[in-house]
């Protein structure tokens, strides 16, 4: 199973990024999906989760009312929006695929993972 991520990049605090997760190699509409970040220095964080029939999302704190997390099984794609970025939003952001549904939280519970997009948020 492969995860591809793509969107990131650099943005000016109040702008918007939507970042994708391609999904291959795998049964995609059997997968709880979570997208997660790190930082330098920090450990990595849940972001926001989305259920198998996306009917279910899971938000942090951090990113509750500026981030919507999506998915397509048909496109076996996942999306995350993000609007008003700020500068505490810079971090590798990954999605990462579980085939069981433990908490989104959970980082070990999750069975594969993508390599990752840079955010870069400036003030």
Not at 5 to 23: F, I, K
Not at 99 to 109: E, F, G, P, Q, S
Not at 111 to 117: E, N, P, S
């Amino acid at each position: 199973v492969q995860l591809v991520e793509s969107g990131g990049g650099l943005v000016q605090a109040g702008g918007s990024l939507r970042l994708s997760c391609a999904v291959s190699g795998g049964a995609f509409p059997d997968y709880r999906m979570g997208w997660f970040r790190q930082a330098p220095g920090k450990e990595r964080e849940v972001v926001a989760g989305i259920s198998r029939t996306g009917i279910h999302e899971y938000y942090a704190d951090s990113g509750k009312g500026r981030f919507t997390i999506s998915r397509d099984n048909a496109k076996s794609t996942v999306w995350l929006q993000m609007d008003n970025l700020k500068p505490e939003d810079t971090a590798v952001y990954y999605c990462a695929a579980a085939k069981r549904a433990y908490d989104y939280n959970l980082i070990a519970k999750y069975d594969y993972w993508g390599q990752g997009t840079q955010v870069t948020v400036t003030v």
